[in-house]
């Protein structure tokens, strides 16, 4: 049994030191593995990183990480990625790592990902250079992350985005708005990487079930969607 | 008295609340009917609740701001699914 811990868009500030952690204090009993699915930040500002690096180290199990839109608000990503990587959070954008858990070999991927809409209604790499580069950047981080995820050889795959791969988790969202929440590229990814589950933020008053139209399940755990500090996922018997 | 049209109105506090760099928020709906402006969504602390309404009052002259945002505090963990 894998009891996966999961949320996202948690946007601490400098001024939320010891906000998360308090919630944190049962989390050995209940999972194996946290999650963070991006925005983890409210500006991307290497203080703020410092502040949830604070407050997700020296846990009793692993912390793996992708960042968000928020976290590169500042420009400085790579700030943001360091301060975490410092606390041992692993953080991952097209890569992957692999966790031993009762006795399985347990794969995580990541990636931010990004926007472009989903099948039948998303952006083409055409007209301006804005829009192609907007379609191409799309493209792009859901091949790194599908060729991170398809080269995992473990018993367990988990994919870990900030944006969304369906459409599903997003009903609440406004319609008009979908390009801007994710992109069937990253469903595409999860599928063809043989991913067992995929986790994803970013969708605040989207709904946290879906599947992707491979048949792989789809969280959304954005924490205005599920309203704790994290939620678990229990996967096998 | 309203200066500007509604639209325009949603759009421009969005806009602010977005770029605003001691806002950045994203997660906050915005909405009006006849004069009023409802800002829907939930935040971290009163400071920031405080920051948006003062950003949208400041964005749209002549409205009135109703401010239906709530500060939530993170529950501890959540329930458990299993997936079979």
Same mark, same amino acid.
């Given at each position: 049994?894998?009891?996966?811990?999961?949320?996202?868009?948690?946007?601490?500030?400098?001024?939320?030191?010891?906000?998360?952690?308090?919630?944190?204090?049962?989390?050995?009993?209940?999972?194996?593995?946290?999650?963070?699915?991006?925005?983890?930040?409210?500006?991307?500002?290497?203080?703020?990183?410092?502040?949830?690096?604070?407050?997700?180290?020296?846990?009793? %199990?692993?912390?793996?990480?992708?960042?968000?839109?928020?976290?590169?608000?500042?420009?400085?990503?790579?700030?943001?990625?360091?301060?975490? &990587?410092?606390?041992? %959070?692993?953080?991952? &954008? #097209?890569?992957?790592?692999?966790?031993?858990?009762?006795?399985?070999?347990? #794969? %995580?991927?990541?990636?931010?990902?990004?926007?472009?809409?989903?099948?039948?209604?998303?952006?083409?790499?055409?007209?301006?250079?804005?829009?192609?580069?907007?379609?191409?950047?799309?493209?792009?981080?859901?091949?790194?992350?599908?060729?991170?995820?398809?080269?995992?050889?473990?018993?367990?795959?988990?994919?870990?985005?900030?944006?969304?791969?369906?459409?599903?988790?997003?009903?609440?969202?406004?319609?008009?708005?979908?390009?801007?929440?994710?992109?069937?590229?990253?469903? &595409?990814?999860?599928?063809?990487?043989?991913?067992?589950?995929?986790?994803?933020?970013?969708?605040?008053?989207?709904?946290?079930?879906?599947?992707?139209?491979?048949?792989?399940?789809?969280?959304?755990?954005?924490?205005?969607?599920? #309203?704790?500090?994290?939620?678990?996922?229990?996967?096998?018997? | 008295?309203?200066?500007?049209?509604?639209?325009?109105?949603?759009?421009?506090?969005?806009?602010?609340?977005?770029?605003?760099?001691?806002?950045?928020?994203?997660?906050?709906?915005?909405?009006?009917?006849?004069?009023?402006?409802?800002?829907?969504?939930?935040?971290?602390?009163? &400071?920031?609740?405080?920051?948006?309404?003062?950003?949208?009052?400041?964005?749209?002259?002549?409205?009135?701001?109703?401010?239906?945002?709530?500060?939530?505090?993170?529950?501890?963990?959540?329930?458990?699914?299993?997936?079979?």
């Amino acid at each position: 049994v894998i009891r996966i811990a999961a949320v996202g868009d948690i946007h601490l500030g400098v001024e939320d030191r010891d906000r998360w952690r308090p919630h944190l204090s049962d989390l050995g009993e209940r999972a194996d593995v946290l999650l963070l699915a991006g925005d983890l930040t409210r500006h991307g500002e290497p203080a703020e990183a410092e502040v949830v690096a604070a407050e997700f180290s020296d846990l009793p %199990v692993p912390v793996v990480a992708v960042l968000g839109n928020h976290d590169h608000h500042a420009d400085e990503p790579d700030a943001v990625r360091r301060l975490l &990587e410092d606390a041992g %959070v692993t953080v991952l &954008e #097209g890569e992957s790592t692999v966790l031993e858990i009762d006795g399985q070999r347990v #794969g %995580v991927a990541g990636a931010k990902g990004f926007g472009g809409g989903f099948a039948g209604a998303c952006g083409s790499e055409f007209g301006e250079p804005e829009m192609k580069n907007f379609v191409a950047h799309s493209r792009d981080v859901a091949c790194r992350f599908e060729r991170a995820l398809a080269a995992l050889d473990t018993d367990v795959k988990i994919a870990l985005l900030h944006y969304s791969p369906v459409e599903e988790t997003l009903r609440g969202e406004r319609l008009e708005i979908y390009p801007f929440l994710g992109s069937y590229f990253l469903a &595409e990814a999860v599928d063809n990487g043989g991913a067992d589950i995929a986790f994803h933020g970013h969708a605040h008053a989207g709904t946290e079930r879906g599947a992707t139209p491979g048949g792989v399940r789809v969280r959304n755990v954005a924490y205005p969607v599920i #309203g704790h500090a994290y939620h678990v996922y229990t996967l096998g018997d | 008295v309203s200066t500007e049209p509604a639209e325009y109105v949603v759009a421009h506090i969005r806009d602010r609340l977005a770029s605003d760099g001691d806002i950045a928020e994203l997660g906050v709906g915005v909405t009006v009917h006849g004069e009023r402006v409802f800002l829907d969504g939930s935040v971290h602390s009163v &400071e920031h609740r405080d920051a948006i309404v003062a950003a949208a009052r400041e964005v749209a002259a002549g409205y009135e701001i109703c401010a239906d945002i709530i500060v939530c505090e993170p529950a501890d963990g959540g329930p458990e699914e299993r997936l079979r």
